[in-house]
């Protein structure tokens, strides 16, 4: 059995993308072009098509002229704006491709050629991204916590004490008003509780705490949700450093 492509035995095909880019600031115009990009292949290429893939912007407008025998490609446009791009593809009987690429543009002193088929293979992942793409999916689960769960809690103590409807409990020993501030506070951290705590703990532990005393424990809820971090700030500054985490991890994948 025979394999053919247009006319012609294969014992070997390849494919090999190309893609021209304008990575400069100026544009290209079609007057600036002295000797058009030509692309030369090795007569060993054995090149027998070539196919444009492409363009970007899809009006870019260019062409390309094979010309087989003398294994030359030439690419024409009328415009090349920075960052337009042309793809195509070559088709040989060989798996090993060589060329070499001419043009004479003003403004472009050289044409720059990349390899980019190896870039990828074999490059390891930095073993940081492991740990650090775990704890960015620790920190957006806190940040999630944050809001859905501190946050409103937070909302609600703060609107009450706004709006003159925030009650002190009628507690029976000191241990009970601990407890108490541990758990309706539990939105700040307990170094941000510290202080309302040692208003407590220097009272003394009568039944009628909240009526002999209550201007004093008032103001150290104030103060204390005066000095506490919001939840929302937290989870904002929280979320921000999950995304440089994951910022990293993806730039390295």
Same mark, same amino acid.
């Given at each position: 059995?025979?394999?053919?492509?247009?006319?012609? %035995?294969?014992?070997?095909?390849?494919?090999?993308?190309?893609?021209?880019?304008?990575?400069?600031?100026?544009?290209?115009?079609?007057?600036?072009?002295?000797?058009?990009?030509?692309?030369?292949?090795?007569?060993?290429?054995?090149?027998?098509?070539?196919?444009?893939?492409?363009?970007?912007?899809?009006?870019?407008?260019?062409?390309?002229?094979?010309?087989?025998?003398?294994?030359?490609?030439? /690419?024409?446009?009328?415009?090349? +704006?920075?960052?337009?791009?042309?793809?195509?593809?070559?088709?040989?009987?060989? $798996?090993?491709?060589?060329?070499?690429?001419?043009? @004479?543009? #003003?403004?472009?002193?050289?044409?720059?050629?990349?390899?980019?088929?190896?870039?990828?293979?074999?490059?390891? @992942?930095?073993?940081?991204?492991?740990?650090?793409?775990?704890?960015?999916? /620790?920190?957006?689960? %806190?940040?999630?916590?944050?809001?859905?769960?501190?946050?409103?809690?937070?909302?609600?103590?703060?609107?009450?004490?706004?709006?003159?409807?925030?009650?002190?409990? $009628?507690?029976?020993?000191?241990?009970?008003?601990?407890?108490?501030?541990?758990?309706?506070?539990?939105?700040?951290?307990?170094?941000? @509780?510290?202080?309302?705590?040692?208003?407590?703990?220097?009272?003394?532990?009568?039944?009628?705490? #909240?009526?002999?005393?209550?201007?004093?424990?008032?103001?150290?809820?104030? @103060?204390?949700?005066?000095?506490? /971090? $919001? +939840?929302?700030?937290? #989870?904002?500054?929280?979320? /921000?450093?999950? %995304?440089?985490?994951?910022?990293?991890?993806?730039?390295?994948?």
């Amino acid at each position: 059995m025979t394999i053919t492509y247009a006319g012609e %035995a294969l014992d070997e095909l390849s494919k090999t993308s190309f893609s021209v880019i304008n990575t400069g600031r100026t544009p290209i115009l079609k007057k600036d072009v002295a000797s058009p990009i030509t692309v030369k292949f090795a007569k060993e290429a054995n090149v027998i098509d070539v196919k444009l893939d492409g363009m970007q912007p899809k009006d870019l407008g260019a062409t390309l002229k094979f010309n087989k025998e003398d294994g030359e490609l030439i /690419l024409e446009f009328p415009l090349f +704006n920075p960052g337009d791009k042309m793809d195509f593809s070559v088709l040989a009987k060989t $798996s090993n491709v060589q060329f070499d690429s001419v043009g @004479r543009i #003003a403004g472009v002193p050289t044409l720059v050629v990349k390899d980019v088929s190896q870039e990828r293979v074999g490059k390891s @992942r930095p073993f940081a991204t492991y740990p650090v793409s775990f704890f960015s999916l /620790l920190l957006i689960i %806190a940040s999630l916590s944050l809001l859905l769960s501190e946050y409103p809690a937070e909302i609600r103590i703060k609107s009450q004490i706004k709006n003159g409807v925030f009650e002190l409990p $009628s507690l029976k020993s000191k241990v009970e008003w601990l407890a108490w501030i541990n758990s309706t506070f539990s939105f700040t951290t307990t170094n941000e @509780r510290k202080s309302l705590l040692q208003i407590i703990g220097n009272l003394p532990d009568v039944e009628n705490l #909240a009526i002999l005393h209550r201007e004093e424990i008032r103001n150290g809820i104030q @103060r204390l949700l005066g000095q506490a /971090l $919001s +939840n929302l700030k937290a #989870a904002v500054i929280v979320f /921000l450093i999950a %995304a440089i985490g994951g910022w990293y991890v993806f730039s390295n994948i």
